[in-house]
């Protein structure tokens, strides 16, 4: 069992240092590396917009505007503030959303504003939220963006990042625990991944 977790932890890693050299290389203006990350991440990003839009073909539109509009601001991504795959659903819920503006003329600046007034109320808190994410290790603070925020299972966290689904159980109780032990020492206030304020402020 501890050589079967041994291997899974060498293979964690290994997709963790093939993801970020190809976002350094995309950074750096190689069009092959953005390849590299449509061809990782084309499927989570369609599957998540459409859970927005409500439809596949337009999924499908909105997934190639996210890929066009990454080469452009691929440069404002910082490692060490968040996973890779939890920017790119921001960038994805904001090209959606523009999207359903132009095509559907919805409503939808409510949704914004709605995260920006709680954002403007709870700065302090997500502060502290968003501190206490970035002293996890990379492979916990993974699994708890992937389930809390982008709402994907312990099945599809595990198909999609290549682990096994008793691997993201470890890492997801061990990251709530540190996670809830990092709020604790800052004095901060009980809160939940799920809030909406949570995930602008984490996946920003």
């Known amino acids: 069992m501890e050589q079967h977790d041994s291997g899974q932890h060498r293979q964690d890693e290994h997709q963790t240092r093939l993801i970020s050299r190809a976002v350094k290389r995309a950074q750096e203006g190689d069009r092959e590396a953005i390849g590299f990350l449509y061809a990782r991440y084309a499927d989570n990003v369609c599957g998540y917009v459409r859970s927005i839009v409500r439809d596949q073909h337009e ?8 890929f066009a509009k990454l080469i452009h601001v691929i440069g404002k991504y910082q490692e060490r503030d968040v996973p890779f795959f939890a920017w790119i659903l921001r960038v994805s819920r904001n090209v959606a959303v523009d999207h359903m503006r132009r095509q559907r003329a919805i409503p939808v600046e409510e949704v914004r504003t709605s995260d920006e007034s709680q954002d403007r109320t709870g700065a302090e808190r997500m502060s502290d939220l968003r501190d206490a994410l970035a002293t996890l290790p990379r492979d916990q603070r993974e699994v708890l963006v992937l389930r809390h925020i982008a709402g994907l299972s312990p099945v599809e966290i595990a ?3 290549g682990r096994s689904e008793g691997s993201v159980h470890g ?3 061990r990251g709530r625990r540190a996670l809830k032990a990092g709020l604790t020492s800052r004095g901060a206030m ?12 984490i996946a920003r």
């Open 59 to 66: 999924a499908e539109d909105v997934t190639q505007q996210v």
């Open 159 to 161: 198909e999609r990042t």
């Open 171 to 173: 890492l997801h109780h």
């Open 190 to 201: 009980p809160s939940t991944l799920r809030s909406n304020a949570a995930r602008n402020e």
